[in-house]
């Protein structure tokens, strides 16, 4: 008789050294709409890095692309949860417009006294957004219309507003400037620069600019603390999946994608560091993205929405009241929106009738290419922020080219149409 005993379970990592590479490389094609994003961020980004002579990976240049963009990635943020939901607002660039204007007049126009504080009026915009959410969520949630009809007249109704309060075709400004810190400012150097090589002086005593090199050290040590604090959740997420018996992605995988990862941002973070450290926007977007994902990853509600989305009437058998779920929603969509329009306002230093005019269909079509499904139900919250990052490189690239505005939505048009192809495909598939 053998006294061999039977072998124990393994763990992932001897299972990865055993089997090789053909399980990573079938989790590769498992999990290809996530790595994919980010994959085709980094190839989207290289390009534009060699088409443009070097310009894209510029510090100002960064710092300008977050700053241009970061409106459309906090509403992609809301409208993840309707799409998932199974819904869809139309009227979140005109609500953007709307609010941009209403905080222009308050404090700009409209002799408010205290009132007129950049804070409070800020706090008021982002409660009259959420009000605009409840008011359209109700007549999707409580009375069962169609969400594309009812935010397809909020965009016409919010559009007209903000001409109104305009006056037509004229802008209101100057806007203070503590208010438009929160789109074109920076952080401040808490801990103090480092200055690794001193700026050159000319002959005649002046210093060079541009010459030397600064770091930002407070951005050094928030990036590297966000980059350890990425992959410590990665790791302990992973072991929660394999502790409760779920099939997680290889180790091998997952090292080689958070170090990549990694790479990736803390590139990224050496680039603000050595111009005027990390916008005060980013702070807010990194914020609320982290935010987001505790909900969607770790609360009820997160579960419900999505719940709801798959199937909305099975959820509410299961005990799911859906009709607030959805107002809840909506409200949430309206408060972003107006985060949006406040961040719109703050980058120009003045409210225009134009602003955040079509902005609605980057904000979709971020949530689209991120991996959302038209169907409801499906989608991530870091896969919205890769859409709206790829939308962001892609403008900004192709303005750098020269590439004419119309070209510049059909380029837009296709990749969005791609990704709604694509995931399509992937659920007839399954």
Not at 122 to 139: D, M, R
Not at 191 to 212: D, E, F, R
Not at 288 to 310: E, H, N, P, Q
């Amino acid at each position: 008789m053998s006294t061999e005993s039977a072998p124990g379970p393994q763990t992932g990592v001897a299972q990865d050294l055993q089997q090789g590479p053909r399980i990573a490389v079938s989790a590769l094609v498992t999990n290809l709409r996530e790595y994919g994003l980010v994959l085709a961020l980094i190839a989207i980004m290289v390009f534009f890095q060699f088409t443009t002579s070097g310009t894209l990976f510029k510090p100002v240049n960064l710092s300008n692309l977050v700053q241009q963009n970061s409106f459309i990635i906090v509403m992609a943020l809301g409208m993840l949860l309707v799409i998932v939901s199974g819904h869809i607002d139309l009227s979140v660039g005109s609500v953007a417009g709307f609010i941009g204007a209403l905080a222009a007049m308050m404090m700009v126009i409209w002799p408010l006294g205290p009132l007129s504080n950049p804070l409070v009026v800020s706090i008021i915009c982002l409660i009259v957004g959420g009000a605009i959410g409840a008011a359209q969520g109700y007549w999707i949630a409580y009375h069962r219309i169609p969400s594309f009809i009812v935010t397809l007249a909020g965009m016409l109704i919010f559009r007209g507003i903000c001409q109104a309060l305009l006056g037509g075709g004229s802008s209101v400004g100057p806007l203070p400037v503590g208010f438009k810190a929160l789109s074109s400012g920076f952080i401040p150097d808490l801990i103090g620069p480092l200055t690794l090589i001193p700026p050159t002086v000319n002959a005649a005593g002046k210093t060079i600019v541009g010459s030397g090199l600064t770091l930002h050290l407070t951005t050094i040590v928030i990036g590297l603390v966000a980059v350890l604090a990425y992959a410590y959740f990665g790791l302990r997420a992973r072991r929660t999946r394999e502790k409760h018996g779920y099939e997680a992605e290889p180790f091998s995988l997952f090292v080689v994608k958070t170090l990549v990862i990694s790479a990736l941002a803390l590139f990224l973070v050496y680039q603000f560091a050595t111009y005027r450290g990390l916008p005060i926007v980013l702070m807010v977007m990194g914020v609320l993205i982290a935010l987001f994902v505790f909900v969607t990853k770790r609360m009820t509600i997160g579960r419900r929405i999505y719940a709801m989305g798959g199937n909305a009437k099975a959820a509410q058998l299961s005990g799911i009241k859906t009709e607030r779920l959805t107002l809840m929603v909506f409200i949430n969509m309206g408060v972003l929106s107006a985060l949006g329009g406040l961040i719109i306002a703050a980058r120009l230093g003045q409210a225009v009738p134009a602003a955040g005019l079509g902005s609605e269909l980057d904000v979709i079509a971020a949530v689209f290419i991120g991996g959302a499904s038209a169907m409801g139900g499906v989608g991530q919250v870091i896969g919205a922020v890769v859409g709206g990052f790829i939308m962001g490189v892609m403008n900004n690239g192709m303005s750098i080219m020269g590439v004419n505005v119309d070209w510049q939505q059909v380029v837009k048009g296709l990749v969005l149409l791609g990704a709604v192809v694509f995931d399509v495909y992937n659920k007839n598939k399954a």
